[in-house]
């Protein structure tokens, strides 16, 4: 979302008709950045989705790397006759779109936008507002700025935006101290009741069920950042978050150092992502899913604890 608004609040300084069209909803504490309010949720309004993806002379396509990760978006997408501009930083980008401008090396692809921005001449379009949006994707991206995808180039960029008027500590509290109490409740609930450490692994897990995550009356987010958690614990070079949904088991995997759980969650969980943190899915049940990753640990053991 921070890509995509600061793309919009960009476009329209030049004029442009732009619409945002999302797949799904995003979280609470997201929807303070300018343009929220104008945003298209395919899955609340699927039609107006599909009529602004038709009508479309230009698609942006932010922040993936394959079609099929817009969900039921995908078909509207591809029958588009818009021309397609790719512009992400996960690694191997299919080649769905007319132009693609992909870096993996990059910590986030609000630092992509960013650089697109500048190298349309249009640095002095850089204000408060679309500042506010690429911060927000760069702050989440890198974990607070502690990530290893954080360069030199990336320090330059936050001081250009913090030039531009960005607040980064009212920014930060938005983001990360909004959280309403059942939220906060259910995180201690996660780390005290579901967390299991796997020490002959170097690994950590939490799993809930979805009758768990409604008695905590679970939002779209509240999940977001608790797999983080494990990797707090000394020693610990993995952690994984499995929450049952309606129809599948959504996972999250990070690590430290160089073991890539992208590549677990290619090869093992119809899933990918950076090498330390990555995303992925499961049809079987919950608990299926779990004794599954920890058979995979096995595999994986000489990695995790040399």
């Known amino acids: 979302m921070g890509a995509s608004l600061g793309l919009y609040n960009y476009l329209i300084q030049k004029n442009h008709d732009v619409k945002v069209v999302s797949p799904t ?91 697109f921005i500048v190298q349309m001449g249009d640095k002095d379009f850089l204000n408060k507002v679309i500042g506010e949006c690429l911060y927000t994707g760069i702050m989440t991206d890198t974990g607070s700025f502690r990530f290893s995808s954080m360069t030199a180039d990336t320090h330059r960029i936050i001081a250009d935006l913090m030039e531009a008027g960005v607040n980064n500590a009212k920014i930060h509290e938005l983001v990360f101290d909004n959280f309403s109490e059942e939220r906060t409740r259910f995180l201690g609930f996660c780390i005290k009741d579901k967390m299991v450490v796997l020490k002959e692994f170097n690994t950590v897990y939490i799993s809930v069920t979805k009758e768990e995550m409604r008695k905590y009356n679970h939002q779209t987010g509240d999940a977001e950042g608790i797999v983080n958690y494990g990797l707090g614990i000394k020693g610990i070079r993995c952690s994984a978050f499995f929450s049952e949904r309606e129809d599948l088991i959504k996972i999250s995997f990070r690590s430290k150092d160089n073991f890539s759980v992208r590549e677990m969650a290619s090869k093992h969980f119809e899933g990918g992502g950076h090498k330390n943190a990555a995303g992925g899915k499961s049809k079987a049940s919950l608990q299926e899913t779990v004794e599954r990753f920890t058979e995979l640990l096995l595999l994986y053991k000489d990695e995790l604890t040399q």
Not at 25 to 30: E, G, H, K, Q, S
């Open 25 to 115: 909803d995003y979280p609470d504490f997201l929807t303070w950045m300018e343009g929220n309010d104008k945003v298209i949720i395919h899955k609340e309004k699927n039609s107006r989705a599909a009529i602004a993806l038709k009508e479309a002379d230009v698609i942006f396509c932010l922040d993936f790397n394959s079609a099929d990760r817009v969900e039921k978006l995908e078909q509207d997408l591809l029958k588009s006759a818009a021309k397609k501009v790719m512009i992400d930083h996960h690694l191997s980008p299919q080649s769905f779109c007319d132009y693609t401008f992909s870096f993996s090396d990059s910590c986030s692809t609000c630092e992509l936008i960013y650089h």
